[in-house]
């Protein structure tokens, strides 16, 4: 999983994290397109439905069922 | 200075009151709140105490920080022998009370006796008298409150308070105040309903003298920033602890259908963002800047347009996937009952799961069931299960009983589905992935719990430096291994330990969970408890100092326990948690269950640095260090 290897991350600014959300599935950050409903997982290609606290801010809210 | 504040013995059957002191070396010692609750429990009952009879005391109190500039100061907490489990009862609770006994001069009340008719406490500006309260008799929680509020001619006091479930002591019956505050755990409602008092009502104008008012003020402000620049804290702002649903069950973290699965299929319906439907803005307990708590109007069934707060993440497990359902307006409707009849949502959904489980398996039918059909995911079901066991009706009777004893009655082996610890439901969490979890649960002063010990940010995998950061000699020194994988054995048991230090701690200030590292480590914890009891109250304690009165209190805990019989075997999972897999999830969550033999090295670990010996009874040594092996039990 990614976290272990996450073991020095660098200092992110709160806008940062607050653009970032952490796969579920393998624990790796990344950012998704803004506004978007749902997004893939850069690492470990994992789909997750998204949701947004604000324009700026987002969290996974659960798995995206592809059709 | 700021603890002026005095204990009250309430003698409710021969209707005296007695007012005391409280010693600075004992607030030293114990804090407040929680920890001197401890103190008091232990010292004030003899050892088998009936805990619905009128020898159990019962405990009211604020925390040290209560109604001070301290982020989120207005946690009250109750204890009492658990009619429950018959271990320590003990139950925190939000709202306006806790400051408001304070400013009524009272931190702690000790209430014992039984009065021989329905009555109710008013505190008022250092008096306290014992009211006559057959005319609340049977009114449920908002109406009681509504009415005490209109018979004391002010809107603005402050009111603890049992509804029927409490008076028919309901085995898991709350202590609430407004709409949905509950000290829910334990059964602290039946103890209240067993002395025959219906609520404590408080009202002060007292003034607490703040030692060093500009910086506590200043320092108070920069807490609250850092709290509310965390990501969680938006996150609740917008959701409350409902957010974490999605989350959990997506990876595999959540009970359901009682404990045949770890995950919801098709459990959408039940997260958060739904709430957005029904959503009337949002509130907070005293002190509070993230107001994480829902206001809502039911929109559909039987209770449609009815206005309540809430719901929490345990209801949407209590009423949603552990039962099967996945209608967010049944967990909407069930939790507005238990808060209106004065349940834990917890216990009681865990009941009805359990009670689903063994229909479903045949174990029972509807022969015993009063016709019901307790098939998972009936919505309607589950509904008038809560009804009937608020009153104690039919079936319901039995459940009001509480796991062991409901098991006790059904028979048929029904015991080895319940998922219980010490006597008391868990959460609908699943700890089957999280070693770490599963021994917090196992381990916990009053029962299978997530608000004890659970060291919740274990399953973020953090980083090791963060990990080092919150656990490595923060205060207190450990040399042993810290490992940020959530499926290890390896240096959980320290976490876990570190968590209940951290947790008693909160407890005993009177300050919220969620403004410490419980969801996040970016949140205060020992240091800031240090500067922030300087600063309001003018009490130089160390961060050390306070995990030593944390382990002190929690030592007392332990040690009342096993005064009511607790031995190691109380400190174990249910067995299906290590015969039976995780069925579903994510991989990381999915084939798992606990070893065993880990488990049990976990275990010993977790004693050894407790400094309890292989029984789990704290050593001599410890006691003595401690100061608590000799202490008189007659200071207060």
Not at chain 2, 104 to 130: M, Q
Request: hydrophobic residues 40%; negative net charge; aromatic residues 8%.
């Amino acid at each position: 999983m990614l976290g272990e290897e996450d073991t020095q991350p660098k200092e992110r600014s709160r806008e940062e994290r607050d653009a970032e959300v952490r796969c579920l599935g393998c624990l790796g950050h990344f950012r998704p397109p803004s506004g978007a409903d749902h997004a893939d997982c850069p690492h470990c290609g994992a789909s997750w439905r998204l949701t947004w606290l604000d324009a700026h801010s987002v969290k996974i809210r659960g798995p995206w069922k592809k059709s | 200075m700021a603890l002026n504040g005095k204990l009250a013995v309430i003698d409710l059957s021969d209707r005296s009151v007695s007012i005391k002191e409280i010693p600075m070396s004992v607030r030293k010692r114990f804090l407040g709140g929680r920890g001197l609750d401890a103190y008091l429990l232990y010292n004030y009952t003899l050892p088998g105490s009936d805990p619905l009879g009128p020898s159990n005391v019962m405990i009211v109190s604020c925390g040290l920080l209560g109604g001070l500039l301290a982020s989120s100061s207005g946690r009250c907490h109750i204890m009492a022998r658990s009619p429950l489990t018959g271990f320590v009862g003990s139950s925190n609770i939000g709202g306006y009370f806790a400051p408001e006994l304070r400013f009524a001069g009272f931190d702690h009340l000790v209430i014992r006796g039984r009065a021989a008719i329905p009555s109710y406490l008013w505190i008022n500006d250092g008096r306290i008298e014992i009211r006559d309260a057959a005319h609340l008799w049977g009114k449920d929680v908002f109406e009681t409150q509504a009415a005490l509020e209109q018979e004391l001619t002010d809107r603005a006091v402050q009111t603890l308070c049992i509804g029927p479930a409490g008076e028919k002591l309901v085995r898991f019956a709350t202590v609430m105040t407004g709409f949905k505050n509950a000290a829910g755990r334990t059964g602290l409602g039946a103890v209240m309903g067993s002395k025959n008092l219906k609520a404590i009502v408080a009202r002060g104008s007292g003034s607490l003298d703040i030692a060093h008012p500009e910086a506590a003020l200043e320092y108070n402000r920069s807490i609250n920033e850092r709290i509310l620049a965390t990501k969680i804290a938006g996150t609740m702002q917008k959701w409350g602890t409902m957010f974490i649903y999605g989350g959990t069950n997506a990876i595999g973290f959540v009970r359901t259908n009682n404990f045949l699965s770890n995950q919801l299929e098709d459990g959408e319906g039940l997260e958060a963002e739904n709430m957005e439907d029904v959503s009337v803005g949002h509130g907070a307990c005293f002190g509070c800047q993230v107001h994480c708590r829902h206001r809502y109007v039911i929109k559909e069934g039987a209770y449609a347009g009815t206005y309540a707060e809430g719901p929490e993440y345990s209801s949407q497990g209590a009423f949603g996937s552990m039962v099967g359902c996945r209608d967010l307006n049944t967990v909407l409707a069930c939790n507005h009952l238990v808060n209106r009849d004065g349940m834990d949502t917890l216990e009681t959904g865990n009941m009805i799961a359990w009670a689903m489980e063994l229909f479903e398996k045949g174990i029972i039918t509807l022969a015993d069931t009063d016709g019901i059909d307790l098939r998972f995911g009936n919505d309607e079901a589950v509904i008038e299960m809560v009804r009937r066991i608020a009153g104690r009706v039919g079936f319901g009777h039995i459940l009001a009983e509480g796991p062991l004893r409901a098991a006790g009655v059904v028979g048929r082996g029904s015991e080895d589905y319940l998922i219980q610890i010490k006597g008391m439901s868990n959460l609908h969490s699943d700890e089957r992935p999280t070693p770490a979890l599963a021994l917090g649960i196992a381990t916990s002063s009053r029962g299978a719990d997530h608000i004890r010990s659970r060291p919740g940010i274990d399953v973020y995998n953090l980083p090791l430096p963060t990990l080092e950061r919150v656990y490595r000699d923060n205060p207190a020194p450990y040399a042993g291994p810290l490992v940020n994988r959530f499926d290890s054995y390896e240096g959980k048991a320290w976490m876990v330990l570190w968590q209940e230090h951290n947790y008693m701690a909160v407890d005993a200030l009177g300050v919220c969970k969620f403004h410490t590292i419980f969801m996040s480590p970016n949140l205060p914890s020992f240091t800031e408890f240090s500067r922030m009891v300087e600063l309001n109250t003018g009490l130089c304690l160390t961060p050390l100092q306070i995990w030593d009165a944390a382990n002190r209190s929690y030592t007392l805990e332990r040690m009342f326990n096993i005064r009511e019989g607790l031995t190691r075997a109380h400190d174990m999972l249910p067995e299906r948690y290590f015969t039976v897999p995780t069925p579903a999830g994510l991989p990381m969550a999915k084939g798992k269950s606990i070893d065993r033999d880990r488990f049990e090295g976990m275990l010993d670990e977790y004693y050894g640095l407790h400094e309890w010996d292989a029984s789990g009874t704290p050593t001599p040594q410890l006691l003595e260090r401690l100061g608590i092996g000799w202490e008189p039990t007659d200071v207060l």
